[in-house]
């Protein structure tokens, strides 16, 4: 097991294969990891689905409005939300998008990250300066590589919990 360093800026994914440990970079961006701990503590971030999982590339998820395998689930729509909470500002670093690194998804803009992350199955460097890391899996990477693929996914896996360490 992982030692955890800074509790309050840990995420701690529960997964049907087993858990996965994000090290949150509040350093870096502090906006992103604001937000992905306001989430967590709120709850919206469990029973959400993998609704873009490419292999080879990356598995995002997030999207709190649309993406909850709970009442009103359509995977048709998964992937086009956020939450209730405004958009982020972009907080672009010298951090690369490497295997195991948390990016911030978006639209075309580089300020409308919200809810919406991805985590990088292999080295995604074209995506340097484009898109915010703000976390980094520590543990339980053999997890994410068994999220199902599909865009979407027929049978989309979930992220079953989502707690900040320090609540845990």
């Known amino acids: 097991m992982v030692e955890i360093k800074d509790p309050e800026n840990t995420i701690v994914v529960e997964l049907k294969h087993g858990n996965v440990t994000i090290e949150l970079l509040a350093d870096v961006a502090p906006k992103h990891t604001a937000r992905m701990k306001e989430l967590a503590r709120a709850g919206k971030y469990d029973n959400v689905v993998f609704h873009r999982v490419i292999d080879g590339f990356m598995a995002q998820t997030g999207d709190v409005a649309n993406g909850n395998t709970g009442e009103g689930f359509n995977l048709g729509r998964a ?4 939450s209730d909470l405004g958009d982020l ?9 490497d295997r195991g690194t948390i990016g911030a998804a978006r639209s075309a803009s580089p300020d ?23 976390g980094r899996v520590i543990e339980g990477m053999e997890h994410v590589d ?7 996914p027929m049978e989309p896996d979930t992220m079953i919990s989502v707690k900040v360490a320090a609540d845990m």
């Not at 500002?89 to 998008?97: G, N, V």
């Not at 409308?112 to 703000?134: E, G, K, P, R």
Request: net charge positive; proline share 7%; glycine share 10%.
């Open 79 to 82: 992937g086009t939300g956020g």
């Open 89 to 97: 500002p972009a907080e672009f670093s010298k951090l690369p998008h």
């Open 112 to 134: 409308s990250a919200n809810s919406q992350f991805f985590i990088n199955f292999s080295d995604n460097h074209f995506l340097n300066n484009q898109y915010t890391v703000y």
């Open 146 to 152: 068994k999220i199902k693929k599909g865009e979407p």
